[in-house]
């Protein structure tokens, strides 16, 4: 148990459907980021949320839209999704965003998009 | 863009044998942090290291940060069953805070 919480753990949805999966932290910290690993590819970070405001946004499709309501949660709405982003989708948090901080993950959501 | 290269992608190793992972950046690294993914999970911390020619130990793990700060390296002595699992090097960048993962290496223990 690592005090970051992800659902659902595994998820299949079609391409014209609407989901979202959810991260809850426990642990205090302010950052908490999203991260894409795909297979034999390095971890993407895909948002990144210090103090409740979105930091950075590298790059991501419109079809992925994060939403931070308060530091302990963090959604991904996901809508009209492409094969290719069957992945497996990794909350983070951290004490706070850069130097010297370790990133606490959760367990991950496997995504398939079929 | 910025990048940091790790090798090499897999290592098939007997039980008891040493295996190495390395990381290499293109640009200067404020720090370099080691992560530990087991089959079906998730990364975990394993140890973060600051200082130029910086050396740590954690029992068989060595982690070593280069003196230029742009590499880095651990090394696993004697490989027992429970190393099985990928091993990521993450590196923080000091222009805009953001850390940049290697590819991961695979540990694989022969049977």
């Known amino acids: 148990e690592t005090g970051v919480t992800q659902t659902p753990r595994h998820l299949v949805m079609g391409m014209t459907n609407k989901k979202s999966l959810k991260c809850e932290q426990h642990l205090g910290h302010n950052a908490m980021y999203w991260y894409k690993q795909s297979a034999k590819k390095p971890l993407e970070l895909m948002f990144v949320y210090s103090l409740e405001e979105r930091v950075e946004n590298n790059s991501v499709p419109s079809r992925f839209s994060p939403e931070c309501p308060n530091s302990s949660h963090l959604f991904l709405h996901l809508h009209t999704l492409q094969p290719e982003d069957s992945a497996l989708y990794l909350c983070a948090s951290s004490q706070q965003r850069g130097l010297g901080t370790e990133a606490f993950f959760g367990q991950g959501t496997r995504l398939t998009v079929v | 863009g910025q990048q940091v290269m790790q090798i090499p992608q897999y290592q098939h190793v007997q039980e008891g044998e040493d295996f190495t992972t390395y990381c290499n950046s293109s640009?200067?690294?404020?720090?370099i942090q080691w992560y530990k993914q087991r089959p079906g999970g998730h990364p975990v911390f394993l140890i973060q290291?600051?200082?130029s020619g910086e050396v740590k130990k954690q029992k068989r793990l060595t982690f070593q940060f280069g003196e230029a700060k742009k590499n880095s390296s651990l090394h696993i002595t004697a490989t027992q069953t429970t190393d099985v699992g990928t091993y990521f090097c993450a590196g923080l960048m000091d222009s805009n805070y953001q850390l940049i993962w290697g590819a991961g290496t695979k540990l694989i223990i022969k049977p």
């Open positions: 640009t200067t690294l404020s720090n």
């Open positions: 290291l600051v200082k």
